[in-house]
């Protein structure tokens, strides 16, 4: 599906120069001499390299055609994750180094979002916020204020993170999964 250069955003995908390209960030210019264009940053799927593009904008731009399923994680071994659909019960196995650091926030039934194209997964995408529990972090220290000051934390998933001073260990809390930050305790 062809888009003006203006439309491009954000996590969409794009066919360009015979790849895949994910956009990590754009930037619309409009120079004082010349016309506007928008500066995009793009990183390849099949060959994971980067590529900063400059489109007019007057240009258009091919949008891949993507298909989003919903499915459960069942498990994981040393080299690929399994996922079953909750509606069809097919299952199907993705490749660890595709799905990268996200595998250590995968935890049973848990429900993601993957991407095809062309019947072939493209990548996962998790809950904005999962729940996990504090393996260890260091005692508090007295007279810290609460608002500037956070300590490091082990999650059980393996994950270090800040959280507030007073968490402590084998407390339940919520982080983000896109920035991994502490939200809240449970």
């Known amino acids: 599906m062809k888009i003006n250069a203006t439309e491009i955003r954000v996590g969409m995908i794009l066919e360009h120069n015979d790849d895949l390209w994910e956009v990590l960030k754009t930037n619309h210019v409009k120079p004082g001499k010349g016309g506007a264009f928008a500066q995009v940053e793009m990183k390849s799927i099949n060959k ?3 590529l900063n593009e400059r489109f007019r904008s007057n ?15 069942l498990y994981n071994d040393e080299n690929y994750c399994y996922f079953i659909n909750p509606e ?8 660890n180094s595709l799905i990268g650091d996200k595998v250590k926030m995968l935890t049973e039934n848990l429900t993601v979002t993957i991407n095809f194209y062309n019947d072939i997964a493209l990548n ?12 260890t972090t260091d005692a508090a220290l007295k007279g810290q204020t ?16 800040q959280v507030p001073p007073f968490i402590e260990n084998g407390d339940t809390v919520i982080i ?3 920035t991994l930050e502490y939200i809240k305790k449970i």
């Not at 240009?59 to 994680?73: M, P, Q």
């Not at 069809?88 to 490749?95: D, G, L, R, S, Y």
């Not at 995408?125 to 529990?133: A, E, M, R, S």
């Not at 609460?146 to 993170?161: D, F, H, M, R």
Request: charged share 25%.
């Open 48 to 50: 994971n390299t980067k």
């Open 59 to 73: 240009e258009t731009v091919e949008k891949a055609s993507i298909d989003e399923y919903k499915y459960n994680f």
């Open 88 to 95: 069809t019960f097919e299952q199907i196995n993705i490749k």
């Open 124 to 135: 996962i995408n998790l809950p904005n916020q999962i729940t996990c529990k504090i393996e």
């Open 146 to 161: 609460v608002s500037s000051s956070y300590k490091p934390a082990k999650l059980n998933n393996g994950i270090n993170i």
């Open 176 to 178: 983000d999964t896109r």
